[in-house]
């Protein structure tokens, strides 16, 4: 077996077990990663070993959240377990989106554990151009 000594990893194992498994009250934080790609903005949150079933992604105004839960796996009475290091129970991050997002076309594909959701940027907050009128001819301007 395989023994690793983390004085961090160890002090987050006791308070997870002071405090008792996340719940839907009192969810844990997820971790993300957020950066734009060409039009759109992509936001990547790890949750490895939840299904994709027991994944709710909510959109209010401009508020994003997004919700998950790991469940304990189904024991049999043979099964004595040894270490239980992966965190059970609810997970949740908010974000405040930016009013130039496009939350109606919101694109989410869960593989390999990383939910990713794809936010395109609103053709309102593109860069346009805008005509001039002056006089008898116009003038463009790149803005």
């Known amino acids: 077996m395989l023994m690793r000594t983390d004085p961090f990893r160890e002090l987050d ?3 997870q077990q002071l405090m008792g498994p996340a719940t839907w009250s009192r969810p844990s934080p997820m971790p993300m990663d957020a950066y734009r790609e060409g039009d759109q903005y992509v936001v990547a949150f790890d949750i490895p070993g ?10 209010e105004r401009n508020m994003l959240t997004v919700k998950a839960e790991r469940r304990p796996l189904a024991k049999t009475d043979d099964v004595q377990m040894e270490l239980s290091e992966r965190p059970l129970g609810a997970f949740s991050r908010q974000i405040a989106l ?12 869960y593989d390999a554990g990383v939910l990713t959701l794809r936010i395109p940027i609103a053709e309102r907050a593109k860069p346009r151009k805008v005509t001039i009128g002056v006089g008898a001819g116009r003038k463009e301007i790149s803005g």
């Open 13 to 15: 194992r006791l308070t």
């Open 50 to 59: 939840v299904s994709a079933d027991a994944i709710d992604i909510d959109v």
């Open 98 to 109: 930016a009013d130039t997002l496009d939350t109606e076309h919101i694109q989410a594909d």
